[in-house]
């Protein structure tokens, strides 16, 4: 197989398992939001404040990535299919889940744990959101070095930053 043919399929696939995660993601941060303002118990204004940009960062990452799912299957030749177009999404949802997933790990005190119940009020949930934060991310960072990857390729051809993902 050539890489062309991974590309077309490996596309779909790995957005598909960004927005899957991202879906968790979303699920464990909207339900950690609600009981947050609802009862006023979270640790600490990080912990809040974090809880709820991973919150954004799940819904900003479903919406991107079926629209660039849509846009990789049937606007192929449109500016907003090219590999700089990816690369700007990539990079840009790469840079909200670094710190997303960061800025949770340093709110938790870096450590996955579920003997800090008398810290936490939800340290299971907690450990949920910061695991698949990092999961989110790592999948977003091997998007970001296969699209890098191909952009070389289709400088090499000659065909620049506004050439398909696919020949």
């Known amino acids: 197989m050539n ?5 077309q399929m490996g596309h779909p ?18 339900w950690l939001t609600s009981r947050f303002t609802a009862y006023h118990n979270f640790f600490s204004l990080a912990e809040r404040d974090c809880t709820r940009f991973l919150l954004f960062t799940s819904g900003w990452t479903i919406v991107f990535s079926c629209l660039y799912m849509f846009f990789f299957f049937y606007l192929p030749g449109s500016i907003l299919g090219s ?3 990816h690369i700007f999404f990539l990079l840009l949802t790469w840079a909200f889940w670094t710190a997303g997933a960061t800025s949770i790990t340093t709110a938790l005190g870096g450590e996955l744990n579920r003997n800090t119940q008398n810290i936490f009020a939800y340290p299971v949930q907690l450990n949920a959101l910061q695991g698949f934060a990092w999961v989110t991310e790592a999948l977003v960072t ?3 070095l296969a699209v890098v990857i191909r952009g070389i390729l289709t400088i090499r051809r000659g065909y620049g930053m506004r050439g398909l993902l696919t020949a």
């Open 3 to 7: 890489f062309d043919t991974h590309v």
């Open 13 to 30: 696939v790995v957005l598909s398992l960004i927005v899957f995660c991202s879906i968790i993601e979303l699920s464990i941060s909207a």
């Open 83 to 85: 590999v700089a177009s």
């Open 142 to 144: 091997f998007a970001l």
